[in-house]
């Protein structure tokens, strides 16, 4: 059973930052991507960020030079810094992980970032 744990969430004003972190838990045969996706209230759920094991990234053009993803392949851990925040980017940031060649997806359970103006 695959599961992940997201952390890092929280309240913060616009201007600052946060890091997120999702670490995965149990048998993964091969990570596809590992990345998140963020969901604002009223809103469907978008694209923030992906990343391979190999290093490729997709981000999204709203978080483009303000949010960086990485990853520690050792660990099956994703991060996400986020830096010059705006109440726009409030939302439930979650989790997502593919593998097996892309024939399964884990989502994690959502954090909440909350950015006041």
């Known amino acids: 059973q695959v599961q992940l744990v997201e952390s890092g969430g929280g309240l913060v004003q616009a201007g600052g930052s946060l890091r997120l972190s999702c670490a995965a838990s149990?048998?993964?045969?091969?990570?596809?991507?590992m990345g998140w996706y963020r969901q604002a209230p009223g809103k469907q759920r978008e694209l923030v960020a992906t990343?391979?094991?190999?290093?490729?990234?997709n981000v999204a053009d709203s978080v483009k030079g303000r949010f960086t993803i990485s990853g520690d392949t050792t660990k099956n851990t994703v991060y996400l810094q986020m830096s010059s925040l705006k109440p726009e980017d409030t939302a439930v940031y979650y989790c997502n992980l593919r593998y097996n060649r892309g024939y399964l997806e884990v989502w994690g359970q959502g954090t909440l970032v909350t950015v006041s103006s």
């Open positions: 149990g048998s993964i045969f091969r990570i596809n991507t």
């Open positions: 990343i391979t094991p190999g290093g490729s990234t």
